[in-house]
């Protein structure tokens, strides 16, 4: 059996999957399937504490206060966002009111549209799994129970034997696609 605390948190639980035969081999699928839609969406999902180094973008804007303008963008990658506790622009660290944040863009705005670099400190994720992402978790561990081998289609006359390809349905890619990361993947800090 996988320790847990080796792979974070799982997105299915044992106890979720219901009457299992085997719960070391349960306590795996439920690892496999965690760790399969976490690599595909490209994010975690629970929230956590995150500090990555991002590169600032210039963009110009709109501002309802000010005019528009040529601005420093750093787009996190992580969401939802909840807090962010510190900004370090080009080494220089900012104080609040030197930044401001776009929920609706998951990005960060800076008024130094020539700065390379910002290392961001942020608070972000969901409290729980989201529904649809455990249902997803949930199917994919229990397909991994009833059919270990990934066989899609067996004959016996003249055995004939076809292993499935291990991808996601249509309809599971569909659901996790709500949550893929667009800008690549983070690691908690």
Not at 10 to 23: R, S
Not at 31 to 37: D, E, N, R
Not at 112 to 117: F, N, R, T
């Amino acid at each position: 059996m996988i320790p847990v605390s080796e792979i974070g948190p799982l997105l299915i639980t044992v106890p979720e999957l219901g009457d299992v035969v085997d719960a070391d081999e349960a306590q795996t699928a439920c690892v496999l399937a965690s760790g399969a839609i976490l690599d595909y969406i490209g994010r975690p999902i629970l929230e956590d504490t995150y500090t990555h180094t991002l590169p600032v973008q210039a963009e110009i804007i709109t501002r309802e206060q000010e005019p528009n303008g040529l601005v420093g963008v750093v787009r996190l990658k992580a969401h939802p966002v909840t807090a962010i506790t510190s900004v370090v622009l080009d080494g220089v660290t900012l104080s609040a009111d030197e930044w401001s944040w776009d929920a609706s863009r998951y990005q960060l705005v800076v008024d130094e549209a020539g700065a390379y670099e910002a290392a961001v400190t942020y608070t972000a994720g969901y409290s729980d799994v989201p529904p649809g992402l455990r249902a997803v978790a949930k199917r994919v561990a229990l397909s991994m129970l009833s059919n270990p081998g990934g066989i899609a289609s067996e004959r016996l006359a003249d055995y004939n034997v076809t292993y499935g390809d291990g991808d996601f349905t249509a309809l599971e890619r569909r659901v996790m696609d709500r949550y893929r990361s667009a800008t690549g993947t983070i690691r908690a800090s």
